[in-house]
């Protein structure tokens, strides 16, 4: 439908999908006041209500200005309802979240996102808003009614059960569509399904603040388009992958200090790191988390758990260099890639003598940091490098480790600084490494 075909049935059209929101909205908190419905309810079914309007978008629009129109407009009506305190008290209930979340807002952005990526292909906008639409509304409603398996996220907890009835719709959002209407073989389509349903479970458990309601559909719409065209081998090589980092990361669950969400959402990166940038770049990772399960263990007594934030420290810094290497060539920029996460490891180790082995001399903390890393990673220098490159490649190694652990070591404490200094912190536990981990690109020079 255009504008120019039928102005007044196309001006009608785009009034009622503005306001039919907003009708949807004052409705449940009408019932909720009538019937005292739960706020999630309520809130769900505002999601799949708005979600199943805005899944007609693709028949209703040819143009995408009418959608980003909308989009803007209830952004700014939900904005409205949080910060006007008239607006909040009629219709907050209906959207409101014990949590600190935007997720309402995300979830137009979301909508005129998918619209402007899908480029007139309604089946890659259709399956993302999909899946957002009903896997997330069942998976929050299913764990709220019948959650009783329960592990840590960054706001709280969430459930097994919830998860496992998101991945399950999650699953039937994205197969069903790809079997009735593409061209995707039947085992094609499955293993789709599967694949692109356990990666956004994890996407979902490990979003934060309403975020999902954003990393869902952008997600599911990269996956699908650079899964559509892998063959039937492909595709269940990386679910092997998948499915293998998740229960490493259950099967270590105790032996480390990192809380379930983080455990997910390592499993998660590495996953995308060999996923884009092939086997070499799963190596590294891997080495990290075995160096991490293996550290000296804490004293009896509640140990300090590293949330997500702490793994976002670290992948942040491959990705950017994981980044750097597609485009200088994967095989030039692997060994870079692979000292940052030395590097970042180095600390690692530092971090945890520090807290540990308190009487511990400097030199000693130092050596131990240092020499337990650059000995783990050296030995996947010699399986990757032709022996010609050995030596010039250990030794950027070890200049770089020894850089990041001292400047680390310096700077870094374990007790959480005044507010005044965060910013110094964060550079220390986020930026340390990367830095330290540039003598890496000499060898574009040393190793040509």
């Not at 399950?168 to 039947?186: D, E, N, Q």
């Not at 004293?299 to 300090?304: L, S, Y």
């Amino acid at each position: 439908m255009t504008a120019s075909g039928q102005p007044v049935l196309f001006t009608a059209t785009l009034l009622v999908v503005m306001l039919l929101p907003g009708m949807m909205v004052a409705l449940l908190c009408l019932c909720q006041k009538i019937w005292g419905f739960h706020h999630e309810l309520s809130r769900k079914a505002a999601h799949i209500g708005t979600g199943l309007l805005c899944l007609t978008f693709p028949w209703l629009f040819a143009e995408i200005w009418p959608v980003l129109v909308w989009s803007v407009a209830t952004t700014l009506a939900l904005l409205a309802i949080r910060c006007v305190p008239l607006f909040n008290r009629i219709m907050g209930e209906a959207l409101c979240v014990e949590r600190i979340s935007l997720g309402e807002m995300y979830f137009p952005i979301a909508i005129g996102t998918m619209f402007w990526l899908a480029h007139g292909d309604w089946l890659l906008y259709f399956i993302p808003v999909l899946v957002l639409t009903v896997a997330d509304a069942v998976g929050a409603l299913v764990g709220v009614r019948y959650g009783l398996h329960r592990y840590k996220t960054q706001e709280g907890e969430k459930s097994m059960e919830g998860s496992v009835a998101f991945f399950t719709a999650a699953f039937l959002g994205t197969h069903v569509p790809l079997l009735l209407f593409s061209t995707v073989g039947r085992a094609e389509c499955l293993l789709i399904g599967i694949t692109i349903g356990l990666i956004i479970m994890l996407v979902e458990a490990i979003s934060w603040r309403g975020l999902d309601n954003l990393f869902i559909p952008i997600g599911t719409f990269y996956l699908l388009r650079s899964y559509w065209p892998l063959s039937t081998s492909e595709l269940v090589l990386r679910l092997i992958v998948l499915i293998s980092l998740a229960l490493l990361s259950i099967t270590c669950r105790n032996r480390t200090t990192l809380s379930d969400n983080a455990l997910m959402a390592a499993s998660l990166s590495a996953f995308g790191l060999w996923a884009l940038g092939g086997w070499p770049y799963l190596i590294s990772p891997l080495l990290l988390f075995i160096l991490h399960v293996f550290l000296p263990g804490f004293k009896p007594g509640p140990r300090p758990m590293l949330n997500l934030y702490a793994v976002s420290r670290v992948i942040t810094g491959a990705y950017l260099y994981l980044f750097v290497a597609l485009n200088f060539g994967t095989d030039t920029g692997w060994l870079p890639f692979h000292i940052c996460l030395a590097c970042s490891t180095g600390n690692m180790v530092s971090a945890r003598l520090s807290v540990v082995c308190e009487g511990m001399s400097y030199g000693r903390h130092i050596w131990l940091s240092w020499a337990s890393t650059v000995v783990l990673f050296s030995s996947t220098l010699l399986c990757l490098l032709p022996p010609a490159n050995w030596l010039p490649a250990i030794v950027l190694l070890s200049i770089a480790v020894l850089v990041s652990v001292i400047v680390f070591n310096r700077y870094w404490s374990p007790a959480p600084p005044p507010l005044e200094e965060r910013p110094r912190q964060w550079f220390v536990e986020s930026a340390v490494a990367p830095l330290a981990a540039c003598v890496g690109w000499l060898s574009i020079l040393l190793l040509s």
